[in-house]
């Protein structure tokens, strides 16, 4: 086994769980030069880092990157060792369950078992969507995500057949919204959720809650990019705090930080309550906004077929400008097949000339450092390895 191959999750969560640092994980939903970057600019400030692709980006027929488990994990170990860097994860985000129906938890057994085989040491299991609003106490309006929760964790346990492995779980439903605004966790809904957990003997590291960030590229009512501010600082606090007073080892993982600036989460995000920070569709932002410039043409192919398949779509969602559909539906062209099943853009977008390439890594590169600044995760990839060895 390498030295560089990703070490549990539930090691850094561990190390790192009463410090005031948030772990970046990173949806590298295009590996090219992105990867390389983030994992050198770790290397230099010596900062966890997590790499991560949910369900929807990579399953087993590729996701919307085109990128089955397996292949996701052969890159990143790669660049890892390539870079030579020791402290990161690799994790499952958003295996996320809707209905709860016995196909559709096979199913993602099957995904779980490509990631264990593939060597992922860390999983985030989303059955928040299972919300019983019928419900008469807040344990029975969880006791569906409860119970999917529990059956995929026992699962993953015994998968990974002795190996520790990191844990997130969910509750409420990121960026969902109701005639009063954004649905938030309340602090009672955590607190509940992770004690029935416990009682059935599953311990998560982090918990991601509903507390006003949405995923993704943010615009106001006239379809016009917008910086994110909405995350309830106050609320997230209170749920933490909640939790700890209970004694849980369960911090919070935030979800949806891009387009938050930085100096906000640097000054004001409770770093001592939130443990993980998933940035995700900035990456894909970067990847965007380089290829512009350097390889004009495929980005206009990309934009075109975009436009031609989402704008439908999209309008009737209620965008309202053509930033506002690609910032929202470009995702979908790097795993995009024809209907040979041949890839219509991936290939290219994995055969990109050096320049190009470097140009990626070095955006990547700096934009990674100032999220560690941000997230006060320097140095806490030490931390991480005394950690290690003081418990090995
Ligand atoms: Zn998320």
Redesign the pocket.
């Known amino acids: 086994m390498s030295k560089f191959n990703p070490i549990s999750g539930n090691l850094m969560f561990d190390a790192l769980k009463n410090d005031k640092t948030i772990i970046m994980a990173c949806n590298t939903r295009i590996t090219k030069g992105i990867v390389k970057g983030i994992f050198k600019a770790a290397k230099k400030t010596d900062s966890a880092v997590i790499m991560e692709l ?1 369900k929807s980006e990579s399953d087993l027929s590729g996701g919307y990157t085109g990128l089955k488990p397996k292949d996701y994990a052969q890159i990143t170990k790669e660049i890892a060792s390539e870079v030579a860097f020791d402290i990161w994860s690799l994790h499952a ?2 295996l996320t369950i809707k209905k709860g129906t016995p196909e559709e938890i096979d199913e993602m057994k099957k995904l779980i078992d490509a990631q264990v085989s593939a060597g992922f040491t860390s999983f ?1 299991l ?1 059955a928040s969507f299972l919300f019983d609003f019928n419900g008469k106490t807040v344990e029975e309006e969880l006791q569906k995500n409860i119970e999917v929760t529990v059956e995929l964790a026992d699962y993953i346990k015994e998968k990974m057949n002795g190996k520790e492995f990191g844990l997130e779980v969910e509750v409420g439903e ?1 960026g969902k919204k109701n005639e009063q605004g954004m649905v938030l966790t309340t602090p009672e809904e955590a607190v509940a959720f992770i004690n029935e957990l416990n009682k059935r003997g599953v311990f998560p590291n982090v918990i ?1 809650i509903a507390n006003g960030s949405t ?1 993704g590229n943010i615009y106001d009512e006239n379809g016009k990019p917008i910086e994110q501010i909405s995350i309830d600082i106050e609320q997230t606090i209170s749920v933490a705090e909640a939790m700890k007073k209970e004694g849980f080892n369960t911090r919070i993982a935030q ?2 930080i891009t387009g938050t600036p930085r100096e906000l989460i640097k000054t004001k995000f409770p770093s001592e309550s939130i443990l993980k920070g ?1 940035v ?1 569709t900035l990456w894909q932002n970067i990847f965007y906004e380089v290829i512009k410039a350097t390889k004009p043409e495929l980005y206009s192919e990309i934009v075109e077929w975009t436009l031609t398949n989402f704008k439908e779509t999209a309008e009737k969602k209620g965008c309202k400008s053509e930033i506002e559909i690609l910032g929202k539906y470009i995702k979908f062209a790097v795993g995009a097949k024809n209907d040979q099943g041949k890839f219509i853009f991936f290939d290219k977008i994995y055969s990109l000339d050096k320049n190009t390439e470097k140009a990626l890594e070095a955006r990547a590169y700096s934009e990674a450092v100032m999220f560690f600044e941000a997230f006060h995760a320097s140095g806490s990839a030490g931390k991480v390895r005394d950690f290690i060895k003081r418990t090995a």
Do not use: E, L, V
Request: hydrophobic content about 25%; aromatic content about 0%.
């Open positions: 949910a985000d958003h985030a989303d990121i991601g995923h979800h949806g998933n995700g």
